[in-house]
């Protein structure tokens, strides 16, 4: 849930800051309700189906051998 | 000029409209909340047992570690200290190849150019300022110093856009901005937090010149780069977000709080889709970073631990021991290979 702390602010502000403040919050709100919104289940799919494509590239979800990795291997090349 | 009559009541039926735009918000926020992540999730197989150690120990700061990026190359590391001093590691030695030390304290931001040829960083001094890298390990790195950002308060994070040309930063002045590092000329402001700010992350370059901002006001921001413009804004923690992170898509981002909870947002729902909370778990989460699939999410805390968490399940699938004091920075590397964390134990450890 949402909760705006707009009413909070506005009663912060004194004079005629109040105005100015007020259209600034409605502006604000307005650009906020215009956009498009999906379902949390259409988005959750997705979430889902990024991991779930990109697993196997993923070293540390899936773990991969030490002599395949740099920070893994315990004899590190020296370069003379 | 308008009279006080007149002020009063254009103020009110502003409000009565914010008031009744919130109130559609709600509702159409409320109409797509269908299901839960974590029972979407309940479908797919859970994570089997993580083993995760400290690979390699940089000691090197003589006091807390802040903040730290890697650099595009995998291997190098940039690390920046209370005691004022930043340095370049390579992280598969652990050498140190460049220290710096700022004219301030509590240096809490620093970055790596995208070339790899320069690092920025800032803190106390309420500046963010680029450093080239020499190859000449004698050469004096603070005599190229380049000043780029003015804020009026603490500079808490930095980060370079897609090139070494701009810089994103957030500031204790509760205000983001975007730099010409060149000119030092300051490109957009970003207004709209009530507090501090105290982290941001650019979206992957493929979604678009979007960033998020958290900070003290308890509220997240997402941010149009060229306009300036807040398109959404998420406010349900309870206490200050420490650091935000996108999700490796672009299409949500993790918070850590203050409120010993992480959270995971979607920006197409537009809303909190998974909280990552433990009622053991008391102390603030301080840093956050994906694993490169996005289905781990690493956490730092002030209780000195980091917890692994199933994105997906909301599960915890592992707690890493081995820094002495809290957590302050937690960063996966750029191929995923490994993740870095920084502490006010004074070092840096890479895990894999």
């Known amino acids: ?80 | 000029m308008l009279c006080k009559k007149n002020q009063g009541e254009t103020t009110n039926t502003l409000k009565a409209e914010s008031e009744s735009l919130k109130a559609k918000l709600e509702e159409e926020r409320a109409k797509l909340h269908d299901v839960e992540l974590h029972q979407v999730a309940e479908k797919i197989d859970a994570l089997g047992q993580f083993v995760m150690k400290t690979r390699r120990t940089l000691k090197g700061h003589g006091n807390k570690v802040l903040c730290m990026d890697w650099c595009r190359d995998k291997r190098r590391i940039v690390s920046s200290s209370q005691d004022g001093k930043v340095i370049v590691w390579d992280a598969y030695t652990t050498n140190k190849e460049h220290a710096v030390t700022m004219p301030c304290t509590w240096v809490m931001a620093c970055a790596y150019a995208p070339s790899g040829c320069a690092v920025a960083c800032g803190g106390l001094d309420n500046k963010c300022s680029v450093y080239p890298l020499s190859l000449d390990k004698n050469e004096n790195l603070a005599a190229k110093k380049k000043s780029v950002a003015m804020h009026t308060n603490y500079l808490s994070s930095c980060s370079f856009t897609n090139s070494d040309m701009q810089i994103l930063t957030s500031s204790g002045d509760g205000t983001c901005a975007l730099w010409d590092v060149e000119s030092g000329q300051l490109l957009q402001s970003f207004h709209g937090h009530s507090a501090d700010v105290l982290s941001l992350d650019l979206a992957p370059s493929e979604t678009g010149n979007t960033f998020v901002s958290g900070g003290c006001d308890k509220k997240a921001n997402v941010w149009d780069m060229r306009s300036g413009q807040n398109v959404q804004s998420f406010e349900t923690h309870e206490s200050d977000i420490n650091n935000v992170k996108y999700y490796p898509s672009g299409d949500a981002f993790a918070t850590g709080s203050d409120d010993a909870t992480c959270r995971l947002y979607d920006l197409r729902a537009d809303r909190e889709v998974a909280i990552y909370s433990k009622d053991s778990i008391i102390f603030g989460a301080s840093s956050v970073d994906f694993s490169l699939s996005g289905r781990l999410l690493f956490a730092g805390y002030n209780d000195y631990t980091i917890n692994v968490w199933d994105v997906l399940k909301g599960t915890r699938v592992a707690i890493l021991f081995g820094h002495e004091n809290r957590v302050s920075t937690v960063r996966v590397s750029p191929d995923g290979t490994a993740f870095c964390s920084g502490s006010w134990d004074n070092t840096l450890r890479i895990w894999a």
Not at chain 1, 29 to 52: F, H, T, W
């Open chain 1, 1 to 80: 849930m949402h909760s705006y702390m707009v009413s909070k602010m506005s009663s912060k502000m004194v004079g005629s800051n109040n105005l100015a403040h007020a259209r600034r919050m409605v502006q604000q709100l307005r650009v906020e309700a215009s956009i498009e919104r999906i379902k949390v289940s259409k988005a959750s799919a997705d979430l889902m189906r990024y991991c779930g494509e990109n697993a196997k590239y993923d070293p540390l979800l899936t773990g991969i051998p030490a002599s395949e990795n740099p920070f893994k291997d315990k004899k590190p090349c020296i370069i003379l």
